[in-house]
């Protein structure tokens, strides 16, 4: 019999297993990210992610689409969630050290429509800038660190490649902008990225998405996984916190 803690979803495309996160898996994210990864003392096992202090908010890069009726942006909410799956192993290829958190947002707007897009946190590594960058390079490292727009772009091109490959076409971009998280709107958290290891995040855990049926597709059976919930908290960061 498993280990209680083992959790195993049957995807209808194989059997997925997450294990819990060890501490030098969670030390991977706590690296790079930009503000804290701290334990979640109301759930056990449970991690915060932290997307904010006071006015102080960490930053992604938006890839908003045109709006749509609620119906319509339900569906490529779904199919986004399946594409940030897909491009994984191809987005791995690229070898970047820091931290990738891809998500779908979901917006409501007071018209009734939706925007239903992508949005990409990043904690990066240095070495993920090219030794001789061009202006397109460096385009978003002055606001979120050296290293993240080339980490951004990667992963917009795995997702192509995902679309592409499973035949989901992607719908027109309009803006690729940073935006702070709040402005951003609803976010689906289910998969981060530190360095050469994918984990599941999604808190609480809904074995029942289609999301995990292409995460098995993509060709994992096996991840680690560590709930984690946005957290926010009043005032500025205190210097030299300590990570998780």
Same mark, same amino acid.
């Given at each position: 019999?498993?280990?209680?803690?083992?959790?195993?979803?049957?995807t209808g495309f194989g059997t997925l297993e997450l294990l819990p996160a060890t501490v030098d898996q969670l030390r991977g994210i706590a690296r790079y990210w930009p503000?804290?990864?701290?334990?979640?003392?109301?759930?056990?096992?449970?991690?915060?992610?932290?997307?904010?202090?006071?006015?102080?908010?960490?930053?992604?890069?938006? =890839?908003?689409?045109?709006?749509?009726?609620?119906?319509?942006?339900?569906?490529?909410?779904?199919?986004?969630?399946?594409?940030?799956?897909?491009?994984?192993?191809?987005?791995?290829?690229?070898?970047?050290?820091? /931290?990738?958190?891809?998500?779908?947002?979901?917006?409501?707007?007071?018209?009734?429509?939706?925007?239903?897009?992508?949005?990409?946190?990043?904690?990066?590594?240095?070495?993920?800038?090219?030794?001789?960058?061009?202006?397109?390079?460096?385009?978003?490292?002055?606001?979120?660190?050296?290293?993240?727009?080339?980490?951004?772009?990667?992963?917009?091109?795995a997702i192509a490649v995902a679309s592409r490959e499973l035949r989901r076409p992607l719908l027109p971009v309009i803006g690729v902008e940073p935006r702070p998280r =709040?402005?951003?709107?609803?976010?689906?958290?289910?998969?981060?990225?530190?360095?050469?290891?994918?984990?599941?995040?999604?808190?609480?855990?809904?074995?029942?998405?289609? /999301?995990?049926?292409? /995460?098995?597709?993509?060709?994992?059976?096996? =991840?680690?996984?560590?709930?984690?919930?946005?957290?926010?908290?009043?005032?500025?960061?205190?210097?030299?916190?300590?990570?998780?």
């Open positions: 019999m498993d280990p209680p803690d083992i959790r195993i979803i049957d503000m804290e990864l701290l334990r979640d003392l109301e759930e056990e096992g449970g991690f915060g992610l932290v997307f904010q202090h006071g006015d102080e908010e960490v930053f992604g890069i938006k =890839l908003q689409p045109p709006d749509l009726d609620e119906q319509s942006a339900r569906g490529v909410h779904h199919v986004n969630r399946a594409l940030i799956a897909a491009a994984l192993p191809s987005y791995l290829e690229r070898g970047h050290r820091g /931290v990738m958190v891809p998500c779908a947002y979901y917006k409501e707007k007071p018209s009734g429509l939706v925007e239903s897009g992508f949005a990409f946190f990043v904690g990066p590594d240095p070495t993920s800038q090219p030794p001789s960058p061009t202006p397109e390079d460096v385009l978003f490292d002055s606001q979120l660190g050296a290293g993240a727009t080339r980490m951004v772009f990667d992963m917009i091109a =709040l402005a951003i709107g609803g976010l689906a958290l289910q998969l981060a990225v530190a360095g050469p290891q994918v984990l599941a995040i999604e808190s609480p855990l809904q074995e029942d998405q289609p /999301v995990w049926r292409y /995460v098995a597709h993509a060709g994992f059976s096996r =991840l680690p996984y560590a709930p984690m919930k946005p957290m926010s908290f009043p005032g500025q960061p205190p210097p030299g916190m300590p990570h998780e």
